[in-house]
């Protein structure tokens, strides 16, 4: 019987010298380099070297380390299962998994979940059993209740992707679906509550049709008029009837290149409950890519946010804003569109954030076996990007595996920001595991976990045990302070295999969760630039929670201190530039920073 999970000196080999060069085929790709018609990148031999990942230290103590991350799913009482609607066809939509989201749905300043499932829909399996999307909410007791049903949330369409915010600034978090076929926005009442106000509120133009394929979104303020703006990241052009081989003939899934591209979507919010197409003013509409992954962040800081899309073998998309509620696609001359080899990669998760602590942000992208993950640190200064991948420790780790979620968390509360990673392959390899349904054992992998040690990159091995021992197709990923004891959790969702919540173990250091409020928006001042300075050392952080693939994380700004209990201080720069300083902010606490209450 082949393990369901790898433990051991097995685990540590197959981190060191990849899953393909142990039993001879890795993931498949899934990209537009080369490969059969629809199939994607072509699969090495199995006479492929694959690096040695560069943390790895042949003699290097084996004395267990105390873990980082532990399993704590049953703990939590978190049962579910996301549901492709596989039914042996082997349809696209179904190889791209779910998203996840957290943040608190019914008031009670409790983080909750919310998954995003398949549905058999289209022809994809037909059935009398279409399972819904699932709303856990969190009880007194810290466990996870199944509270679907009257939540207004079981949204019974194919979905792939969630983005959380307040469009109507009442207060309370709304939810955006994202579909293949029409998407959905629900509006909260901040009790469990939901309203379906997708017609209302005029998003038809992400899903009007049922083969529209929206992937990623996000909630920004791109015309700081105070209003929550959508960009919404669709994919491609599915058709059934397409049927595409591996290189032995046998079925396989397609990749995006079998279909034609998308283009992303960007509504604006007129901030009276609707919100209008403003795709073609705003120049979006002038590339096409098979999006999925979003962030949105002000990545030349000049105070306005821009967009950055993770595009699946197409070039990745840049979006300046031009501060006239129009963008320009600067990733190719800023240094984001490809890798350091000019090469077009198959993004899919993708993460800004300061890796380096230099005060502005980086980005971090998961891409197809052979590909590597990538890099791309930011100079500074408005010069764009570079992709550091090799030089960060992040290349050869990644090469045999296909990543999907990530997210950056401080794990040791350090300082430094840590990257959690999702795998599973989207082609067939040897499989790994027997305990799967059909045909998800030939696309299992194990999860990577890197510690950011001032910039510099190395795997993480024992402490994260619990999280990369798990073979399953990882998809769905996002972070959160699920028990309130200061570090970040890790929820995971998986293709046909339960879900998992991995509850932080942090050591003995501090830190601090910044949220901010703006009285006069009434609502959370999502986009907020925070900077936290403890004795010399500065953090900055953006409060947003889109990022990682098809999902959205707690936004509030969490910083590990370390060492540093003494009060620090905080300066907010809020999304219409306006900066104000707050002092003396006790440290290992959840603190909500009110916008007039610092100082200006």
């Not at 629900?186 to 049709?209: H, M, N, Q």
């Not at 990241?233 to 591996?246: G, L, M, N």
């Not at 003939?249 to 901030?271: A, I, K, Q």
């Not at 795709?279 to 030349?300: K, P, R, S, W, Y």
């Amino acid at each position: 019987m082949i393990r369901s999970s790898i433990s051991g000196t097995y685990l540590a080999l197959v981190i060191m010298f990849g899953v393909s060069s142990m039993i001879g085929c890795g993931p498949g790709g899934g990209g537009r380099n080369g490969g059969e018609a629809g199939g994607g990148d072509a699969e090495r031999g199995n006479d492929t070297e694959v690096p040695v990942a560069e943390s790895r230290t042949p003699g290097s103590p084996t004395m267990p380390s105390p873990p980082l991350l532990v399993d704590g799913t049953d703990d939590w009482g978190l049962a579910f299962t996301h549901q492709s609607g596989a039914g042996g066809d082997l349809l696209f939509p179904e190889m791209m998994g779910g998203g996840v989201a957290i943040f608190d749905a019914d008031g009670d300043t409790d983080l909750d979940l919310y998954f995003v499932s398949g549905a058999p829909r289209l022809g994809l399996n037909p059935s009398s059993n279409s399972p819904v999307n699932r709303l856990f909410l969190q009880g007194d007791d810290k466990r996870f209740v199944d509270s679907t049903a009257g939540s207004g949330l079981g949204d019974p369409g194919y979905g792939t992707g969630v983005a959380v915010g307040d469009v109507n600034n009442d207060g309370h978090e709304d939810v955006f679906v994202a579909n293949f076929g029409p998407d959905r926005l629900f509006l909260g009442r901040g009790d469990g509550k939901y309203t379906d106000a997708s017609r209302a509120a005029g998003i038809s133009a992400t899903g009007g049709e049922d083969d529209d394929w929206s992937t990623s979104a996000v909630f920004c303020d791109v015309d700081r008029d105070g209003y929550l703006d959508l960009y919404v990241v669709r994919y491609v052009v599915f058709d059934p009837a397409v049927r595409c081989t591996d290189k032995a003939g046998r079925r396989e899934y397609c990749g995006p290149d079998s279909f034609v591209d998308r283009t992303d979507v960007l509504l604006h919010n007129r901030g009276d409950g609707t919100f209008s197409d403003m795709t073609a003013q705003a120049g979006i509409d002038a590339v096409t890519g098979a999006g999925l992954g979003v962030v949105c962040e002000d990545f030349d800081d000049d105070g306005w946010m821009d967009i950055y899309v993770a595009n699946d073998g197409d070039p990745n998309q840049l979006w300046m804003n031009q501060r006239d509620s129009t963008f320009i696609d600067d990733a190719l001359i800023m240094g984001s569109s490809v890798n350091a080899a000019g090469l077009h990669e198959a993004g899919m998760g993708v993460v800004a954030a300061d890796f380096d602590n230099d005060a502005d942000f980086d980005l971090f992208l998961t891409h197809l076996r052979d590909e590597t993950n990538t890099f791309y640190r930011n100079l500074g200064d408005g010069l764009g990007f570079e992709d550091s991948t090799t030089q960060a420790g992040l290349a050869a780790a990644s090469t045999p595996y296909t990543g999907f979620g990530t997210a950056p968390i401080d794990l040791d509360l350090d300082g430094d920001l840590d990257l959690v990673i999702a795998n599973g392959r989207v082609k067939r390899g040897e499989p790994l595991t027997d305990q799967l349904p059909d045909p998800w054992n030939v696309y299992a992998e194990p999860n990577l976990v890197y510690r950011n040690d001032g910039g510099s990159f190395r795997l993480l091995d024992d402490e994260v045990r619990a999280y990369i021992a798990e073979i399953e197709v990882g998809r769905g990923l996002a972070t959160g302070d699920l028990d309130g004891d200061g570090d970040l959790d890790v929820v995971l969702s998986n293709i046909a295999s339960p879900a998992h919540i991995y509850r932080a173990e942090t050591p003995a250091r501090h830190w601090l969760m910044v949220d901010v409020f703006d009285p006069a928006l009434n609502r959370r001042a999502v986009g907020t630039r925070v900077t936290v300075r403890a004795g010399d050392r500065l953090q900055v952080r953006t409060v947003q929670g889109a990022l990682s693939y098809l999902s959205a994380s707690d936004p509030r700004a969490h910083f590990g201190l370390g060492a540093a209990a003494d009060p620090v201080a905080v300066d907010l720069r809020w999304p219409d530039g306006s900066e104000e300083h707050f002092d003396n902010i006790t440290v290992d606490q959840a603190v909500v920073l009110r916008r007039g209450e610092g100082e200006q």
